[in-house]
């Protein structure tokens, strides 16, 4: 408590002893700290600006109706970057109250299933059918709204059932996509959005979808899954781009030191798809087993009963007496044989790795800010002299 007391009488002190000028000059200065520390404080505690829903991209027709819903709410404060809305933090929620109000709020895909919607009985099957015509139709605009690349797109397709005893039903499908600004369609785009048309319309063939670019106008094809004109079905192309990738991230990561070099490779394979080779050494059969069986039967037995004929009826007076009984006899023989046998000799197979890389050449190029940083370093500038170029 002195040491304040003490503080204070010199503080008074001081300011006794100034001019009035220098009193007004001071008192003017103490207030402009305490009004610039309140206005900081101010501004920590509201925290300026921020994105709204995270910083999420937006299309122009969605930053269209949010900035509609804003200005009927009478909110100004707010900015556009980079397709993302950016409002001050201190009437965050009321903008997104006003937006929700609106009915101006992004949905997804997800927002279209409804759960708890019951099917109308009264709706005939043709109406169920444009009704679940325009549910994919509006899912797959929502879908595509998630891509980055993509500003939006647009599906309009038509099913048909030919005649004839299959009665085939075949679908054709038109996209009309726009990218992001004045991007034009890359091909990787164009071909996912011909996925995601057949994910949507089960048995569809991709050469029945035409992608057309809002931008420049351009229409473009889908391509089959067996088409190795596409680069994607050709194993060439995917494996000369899986090691030019490979090489690549290895190169950059070794050359990090040097500053942010621009690595190109360039892979040349071997055009072998697929390489085996076999032999066979033929000689004389050898028998690996043998299997020989023989069975004999024989078998005697006696007569019980007497003999037939008449001789049986005789009377024993005139005929001498027999001792001999009557014999059969039975004989049986069985014999099995086996054997087997394989070639002998030498069989091998040997097979070896397919497009393998046969030359590799690298380009890089490193930034000019590393030389001059070089240069600097051995040849360092004393102070108050202005380096040379």
Do not use: C
């Amino acid at each position: 408590m002195d040491f304040l007391n003490r503080t204070l009488q010199q503080a008074r002190e001081l300011f006794d002893s100034m001019t009035v000028g220098a009193r007004i000059v001071t008192v003017l200065l103490v207030g402009v700290l305490v009004v610039s520390g309140a206005y900081l404080f101010r501004f920590q505690a509201t925290g300026g600006d921020t994105y709204l829903l995270g910083g999420r991209v937006f299309t122009q027709s969605q930053l269209a109706d949010m900035e509609a819903a804003l200005a009927e709410a009478q909110i100004t404060d707010y900015s556009i970057e980079g397709n993302r809305l950016k409002v001050a933090r201190s009437e965050r929620d009321e903008a997104l109250a006003a937006i929700a109000r609106a009915g101006a709020l992004p949905m997804s895909a997800g927002d279209l299933d409804d759960p708890n919607r019951t099917p109308n009985p009264f709706l005939t099957k043709t109406q169920e059918e444009r009704l679940a015509m325009a549910e994919k139709k509006q899912k797959f605009g929502r879908m595509m709204e998630q891509v980055e690349t993509l500003e939006y797109a647009t599906l309009e397709y038509d099913e048909q059932r030919q005649g004839g005893l299959d009665r085939r039903l075949t679908r054709s499908a038109t996209v009309m996509a726009k990218g992001r600004g004045t991007r034009p369609l890359e091909d990787r785009d164009v071909q996912a959005i011909v996925r995601a048309v057949e994910g949507v319309l089960t048995g569809i063939n991709p050469t029945d979808i035409i992608v057309v670019d809002a931008n420049t106008g351009e229409s473009h094809r889908g391509r089959a899954g067996d088409d190795l004109n596409d680069p994607r079905n050709n194993a060439y192309a995917q494996t000369k781009q899986y090691y030019e990738n490979d090489w690549r991230r290895k190169i950059t990561e070794a050359l990090r030191s040097f500053g942010m070099p621009n690595v190109q490779v360039n892979v040349e394979l071997d055009e072998t798809i697929s390489q085996v080779e076999e032999s066979r050494q033929l000689t004389n059969p050898v028998v690996v087993e043998s299997e020989t069986e023989k069975e004999t039967n024989e078998s005697t037995r006696a007569d019980t009963a007497g003999r037939p004929g008449v001789a049986a009826n005789t009377g024993a007076a005139n005929s001498s007496a027999s001792v001999a009984a009557g014999t059969t006899s039975d004989n049986s023989t069985q014999s099995r044989e086996s054997s087997r046998s394989r070639i002998g000799g030498t069989i091998s197979s040997t097979q070896k790795a397919s497009l393998v890389p046969k030359r590799v050449s690298v380009s890089i190029g490193v930034p000019e800010a590393y030389y001059q940083a070089l240069w600097l370093k051995r040849n360092p500038v004393a102070v108050g002299e202005t380096p040379k170029p």
